[in-house]
C-alpha cells in the first residue's frame, strides 16, 4: 500500500476538487493541474502555503500525476463519489450529491486544508474563468530555468 499519493489520498483530493467545483465537470487534464495547484498552491501568485515542499523532481511530477489522478477517479467512481459523462471534447468528471455530505464526515486537519487551498483555487480558476493550465506553463518555465542554471553552473564547476 502507497499511503502518500496513492489512490485513495489522490481520489480525495480530486473529490474535493470536484466538490468545490460542483456542478461544473472537470477533466482529466485539468484535474491533473488543480491537482498539483492544490499541493503546491505557494507556487502561484497569491496562493496560500503550499502542503508539500518542493522536490528537485518538479517537472518528472506532472508525469506521474496523470496516472496517480486517474487511479483516484477509480476509487471515486466505484464509491459512488463521483460520476463521468462524456462530450465532445472527452470524459468529464463530476462530485455525486453524496461527495460533500462524505467529505463532511472527514475530520483530519489535512482535508480541512486541503479544502481551504480547493476553495483558493475555485475562487482563481474555475468561477473566474482563469486557466490554470498558464499558471502551470509559467511554474513548467520557472523548473526549465531552473534545471538550465543548474547544468550551467556544473559546467562551470567541472571547468574550474
Partial sequence: MTPLNG?????IRALV???????????????VYLDHALLHSGDFDGGPDSLQPDLPAGPGELGLRRALVEQG?????????????TD?????????????????TLKADYVGALKDRAAWLAEHYLHDGVDVREDMKQITRRWTDQLRAEATGHRRDEGQ
Avoid at 489512490?7 to 481520489?11: H, L
Fill in 7 to 11: 489512490p485513495v489520498e489522490v481520489g
Fill in 17 to 31: 476538487l470536484l466538490t468545490e467545483a460542483f456542478p461544473d465537470r472537470l477533466d482529466v487534464a485539468e484535474l
Fill in 73 to 85: 477517479l477509480v476509487v471515486l467512481l466505484r464509491a459512488g463519489l463521483a460520476d463521468m459523462t
Fill in 88 to 104: 465532445e471534447g472527452g470524459f468529464l468528471y463530476g462530485a455525486t450529491e453524496e461527495a460533500a455530505s462524505f467529505l463532511e
